[in-house]
């Protein structure tokens, strides 16, 4: 039996195709739909191309259980947060111990928490001179980016790299290492 896997997004969603992308084809992972949180996201543009039905939700309706009960009649067994913002309520990880993971474009614990995502964090990370910054894979828990890290990968950040090289740097890593970190656990 294929793992049946949510993705959530929130934005252009580049690793959720990616990821979607990397199982095409494979006996082992269907992803029945795309989760979203903003009706005008690019995600939805890249779930039409997969042929992948994407929903829009709101954050009522994931704070009282409707997505949840969607997931678990659509009997998802594993949800891959890929630019997910929103926070995941305490039902939904109480009904997926260890089965909700969370992309994190920093090495953990340095500039996560409530309002460190996207670009906001790769422009921290050049402000502060930093040399290195990269990936953090991680189990989500009831806390913003606290939850156990699964895996880190890293990337040079060069004197004079901007904001936006750093993103691009983070991305590759991203696109190299999620869907087969994603992949591992699957087979655990
Ligand atoms: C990714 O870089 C991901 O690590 C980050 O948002 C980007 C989404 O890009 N996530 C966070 O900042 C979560 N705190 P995408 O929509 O193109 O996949």
Redesign the pocket.
């Known amino acids: 039996m294929p793992n049946r896997i949510a993705i959530f ?8 195709e990616n990821i979607i992308n990397y199982f095409s084809g494979r006996p082992d992972a269907v992803f029945p739909f795309i989760l979203c949180n903003k009706k005008e996201a690019f ?1 939805h543009e890249r779930a039409k191309k997969l042929q992948i039905p994407s929903i829009t939700f709101d954050k009522n309706q994931l704070e009282n259980g409707e997505i949840l009960a969607l997931l678990q009649k659509e009997e998802i067994d594993f949800i891959v ?5 929103l926070k995941i309520p305490e039902s939904m990880i109480a009904a997926y111990p260890n089965k909700i993971v ?4 920093a090495l953990l614990p340095d500039y ?1 928490g409530k309002g ?3 670009m906001k ?1 790769h422009e921290a990370v050049v402000a502060n001179n930093e040399r290195e910054s990269g ?1 953090t894979i991680h189990y989500v828990n009831e806390r ?2 606290e939850g156990g890290i699964i895996s880190q990968y890293k990337c040079e950040v060069l004197p004079g790299d901007s904001p936006e090289n750093v ?1 691009q740097k ?2 590759a890593l ?1 696109y190299e290492y999620f869907p087969k970190v994603i992949e591992e656990l699957l087979n655990k």
């Not at 947060?81 to 913002?85: H, N, S, T, W």
């Open positions: 997004a929130s934005g252009s969603g580049s690793n959720a995600v947060l890929a630019g997910f913002l969370n992309i994190h474009p996560g460190m995502y996207g964090v990936i913003y980016d993103a983070v991305h991203e």
